[in-house]
Each structure stands twice: as structure tokens, then as C-alpha cells.
């Protein structure tokens, strides 16, 4: 194979006015070296003749003079290349075109690029073999398998998200479980990157915060899927961190098995809000009446347990003598603290009262003996889709009012209740059972069933087991949409 006319411009010397491949390389290496002599200072190109001409630096002429004449001279022996090589391939076929494209890329691809930047309307041949063209066959990975693309991230079927205050981490699998996303993402930055991708599953720890990004993912068309975090924790691989949380939640939610926690709505998270808050006030006033009790007993003032009583103790730290001035001013501090929250209680109570008989559902929960307007509205905002639940005992069992169960070999051994679940609506189901049981034991309430249960089991495993029958019956009264009706 044969390219005419190029050793004027790479080598200086004719071999029967053609250069072979071989010979062409070598020139191509000649040049190359001395290019880098030239740039070391030991010769200089003569600008005034010929491109491949060298000779010895003239006098009065510096190493730093040649090197700020580099770049004229650099884009004068581009220029004259890439001419050549457009003559040489306008009488050339196809093979000289390919062999010019392994041979010169650099320089070629260089003055195309520059030509390009100028404006240039005129465009060599060369540009033409240098255009890059994407390979339609995927990459091979050493150990056979083929390796994923930019294009296979947009086919992201499920991820792990593992949430926090500040940072969030991304775990993406593709249809065929392998990895193709790993990301670390700024709180401000969740929502944009998930609009950009398809919809997907995203799994996620039911923990704080966990229901807002499920509402705001589910608008961005994803499906979000809550898990409680104890059924995530087993697989967690080695060490606990952020992006072995995110795989493990990508990991558990494609689980058959995997029970989910369905997110809840915001009016569901406002009514729980006025149940926490006025659950905290009422810690935040037993605490300050029993520091009040503490300071009092100091000085020889002390009274029986109960509210009744602690008032009597509010209304001595005015009067009683035996208190000192420096601490009677301290102790009336806590006094006004105590009757400022018993303030807020009071207008909460009014709150979730107002609701219970606004809502038709509440009225319904209300009409069963052991349920009150707390616990009605509680039920409500806690369980949200009754349906959810397969039947009562199902239920029943969600809120640990189920004995705990650690049987094997084929035998049973059955303890306390589980104490699983939410345990502040498991405290008002129970509460109310314990105040209905104290009235049919003392004979204002009519339960022949109570009756006979308390015949043969103590009192707390009556309370229980009439709160489990109250969880079942609220399941049925939310499930159909009727009010309870006792049997005769």
C-alpha cells in the first residue's frame, strides 16, 4: 500500500516518489523526535523552508526565543499535514483513507478541531475518518459478564433509600438484581434526582420522617414501600453505614414475605400530633407535681397520692408558714408552670372531643362500651385503611395484644402479650378495659362473660383479654361500616 507525495512533508527524502507504510511510521517517529529536540533547545525548525528542514539554532537566537515561536511553527507543519493528507486521499481509495486514520489521529483530529473553533467552511477529507461513531455492542467485563452502561441507570426497577436529616443514600438494581446506582444525595437534592428517573419501587424504613417522602414520591409517579426497621435490620451485610442500609432496604423490599407499614396521610399525622403533644403535656405535669411533692416534703408538708391532693399542695405554697420566703418563691413557679399546662390539656381535650363527634366513623367506635372519644380518634388516625388487616385477629395481633409466642419441638409455650405495635393506642384499649372490668366486677355494669372470666383468671388477664375482644370488634365496626351491636 502506497501513499504519493507525502515525503516532502514528513521526511525530507524520497523513496522513488512514494513512501511505503512502514516508511511513513518512521517518518511519523522522526518528526516526533524532533519536535521534542526542538522543544529541548538543541534545534530549530527554518521556518523559511521547508516543513521537515531542520538546522542548528542561528546566532543571537535564544532557546526562549525558539520556544514562543513554537506555536506558529506547530500550526504551520499542522496545516501543511492535513493538506497533504486531503491531496493524498482525493487520489487514494478506501484502504489509504483507513491507513491515514490509524496513522495520524492526533495531528488530524487536532487541526479538524481547530479549523472547526475558526469557523473554517472549508473541510478536509481526514474529518470524516476521524468522526468517533459509539460501538453498538456493549462492553465485555474480564469475567465474561456484560457491562452496564449509562443507558442501563435509566432501567432502574427498585432502589433502597436510607434516609436521615441531612444526607440520603441511593441504592438502584436493575430487572436482573445487579447494582447500576449508588448515590449520595443532599436533603435538597432527593426530590430533583427522583423526578428524573422512571418510575420505580423504592423501599424505605418506616422511621422518622418516612411517611413524608413516601406522599411526596408517590407524586413523582414511584411506588413507595415502608418497612419497620427490626424486619430491615437482618440484611444489613458486615458493618452498619448509610449505603449498607440503602442496599439492605433494596434487598428487603423485594422480599414476598416482607410486611409493609401503609403510609399515612396528612390528616392522619395532624390528629396523631394532638394525641403526642397532649400525651407529652400530661408527662410534663405528673413530672412537675412530683418535684413540687419532693420540695414539700423538705419542709415537713406531705400528702397523700392523686390529683385532688396535689391541688391541696398548690394551694399551700401560698400560705403555709413553715415554707420560706426564697423557696416559696421558687415553689410558686412551678405551681403557675403545673396550671399552665394543665390549661393546654384541658384545651386539647376539647380538641380531640370536637373531632370524635365530627367524624362518622368515630361515632361508630364509640357506640362499643370500652371505646371513648380518645380512643376512637386514635384508632382512626393510626390505622388509617382498615383493610389493610386480614381479619381481627389480625388486628389484634398488630397491636401486641397476642401472647408472646416462643414455641419448638412441638411444644407450645405461649407468655405475656407481645407489646408489639403502637403502644399508645394499646394503652387507651387497655385502659378502657380496665375501667370496664372494675364496673361489671362491682356490679354497675352487666358482662356475664367478664363475669365468668373473672371467676377463674385474675383481674390484669381479664382487662387484656377484654381489650384484644375490643380490638377485634373495632376492626369489624371500621371494616363494614356499621355500629356495634352487643348481644342480648
Not at 520556544?67 to 481509495?93: F, H, M, N, Y
Not at 468517533?132 to 469475567?143: D, G, H, R
Not at 407481645?418 to 364496673?439: E, F, M, P, Q, W
Request: proline share 6%.
Amino acid at each position: 500500500m502506497f501513499l504519493p507525495d507525502a515525503q516532502t512533508l514528513l521526511g525530507g527524502e524520497a523513496v522513488d516518489g512514494s513512501l511505503d507504510v512502514e516508511q511513513e511510521i518512521d517518518a511519523l517517529d522522526r518528526l516526533k523526535r524532533d519536535r521534542r529536540d526542538r522543544r529541548r533547545g538543541f534545534a530549530a525548525p527554518c521556518i523559511g523552508g521547508d516543513v521537515g528542514q531542520l538546522e542548528e539554532l542561528p546566532p543571537g537566537v535564544s532557546p526562549a526565543q525558539c520556544r514562543r515561536d513554537r506555536p506558529l511553527r506547530t500550526r504551520r507543519i499542522k496545516e501543511a499535514i492535513v493538506s497533504a493528507i486531503g491531496v493524498c486521499l482525493q487520489d487514494a481509495g478506501e484502504v489509504p483513507k483507513m491507513a491515514l486514520g490509524m496513522l495520524l489521529p492526533p495531528i488530524a483530529r487536532g487541526i479538524v478541531e481547530g479549523r472547526r473553533r475558526r469557523g473554517c467552511a472549508e473541510r478536509p477529507v481526514v474529518a470524516d475518518i476521524m468522526r468517533w461513531t459509539a460501538s453498538t455492542t456493549p462492553p465485555i467485563m474480564p469475567n465474561g459478564q456484560v457491562a452496564k452502561t449509562r443507558e442501563s441507570i435509566m432501567t432502574v426497577v427498585r432502589i433502597g433509600l436510607d434516609t436521615s436529616k441531612s444526607w440520603f443514600q441511593v441504592h438502584g438494581v436493575d430487572e436482573d438484581g445487579e447494582p447500576v446506582l449508588r448515590r449520595k444525595l443532599a436533603r435538597s437534592k432527593v426530590l430533583t434526582f427522583f423526578a428524573n428517573l422512571p418510575p420505580c419501587t423504592v423501599g424505605l424504613e418506616a422511621c422518622g420522617g418516612a411517611h413524608y417522602w413516601a406522599r411526596e414520591l408517590a407524586k413523582l409517579g414511584h411506588a413507595p414501600r415502608l418497612m419497620p426497621a427490626r424486619y430491615v435490620r437482618p440484611y444489613v451485610k458486615t458493618n452498619k453505614h448509610d449505603a449498607a442500609d440503602a442496599e439492605a432496604c433494596c434487598e428487603a423490599v423485594q422480599r414476598p414475605g416482607m410486611r409493609f407499614v401503609p403510609p399515612k396521610t396528612v390528616e392522619q399525622q395532624s390528629m396523631l400530633m394532638v394525641h403526642r403533644v397532649r400525651e407529652l403535656l400530661i408527662r410534663q405535669r405528673a413530672a412537675a407535681v412530683n418535684a413540687l411533692r419532693g420540695h414539700l416534703s423538705e419542709f415537713g408538708i406531705v400528702r397523700p397520692k392523686g390529683t385532688a391532693k396535689a391541688r391541696e399542695l398548690m394551694d399551700l405554697v401560698a400560705v403555709d408558714d413553715r415554707i420560706p420566703a426564697l423557696a416559696r418563691d421558687a415553689l410558686q413557679s412551678l405551681v403557675r408552670q403545673i396550671r399552665d399546662t394543665e390549661q393546654k390539656i384541658a384545651a386539647f381535650n376539647g380538641q380531640i372531643l370536637a373531632m370524635a363527634k365530627e367524624n362518622d366513623t368515630c361515632r361508630r367506635l364509640m357506640s362499643v362500651l370500652t371505646i371513648g372519644p380518645f380512643a376512637s380518634t386514635a384508632l382512626l388516625a393510626t390505622v388509617g385503611d382498615p383493610h389493610y388487616f386480614s381479619s381481627g385477629r389480625h388486628f389484634a395481633a398488630w397491636l401486641g395484644l397476642v401472647p408472646k409466642q416462643h414455641s419448638t419441638a412441638g411444644k407450645e409455650r405461649l407468655g405475656g402479650i407481645s407489646k408489639r405495635g403502637d403502644s399508645y393506642v394499646r394503652k387507651l384499649l387497655i385502659h378502657g378495659a380496665r375501667a370496664t372490668v372494675h364496673n361489671i366486677r362491682s356490679g354497675r355494669v352487666k358482662g356475664a362473660w367478664i363475669t365468668g372470666l373473672l371467676a377463674r383468671r385474675h383481674f390484669n388477664v381479664a382487662t387484656v383479654a377484654l381489650a384484644n375482644k375490643t380490638a377485634r370488634i373495632a376492626w369489624a365496626v371500621m371494616t363494614t361500616g356499621q355500629s356495634y351491636r352487643a348481644a342480648i
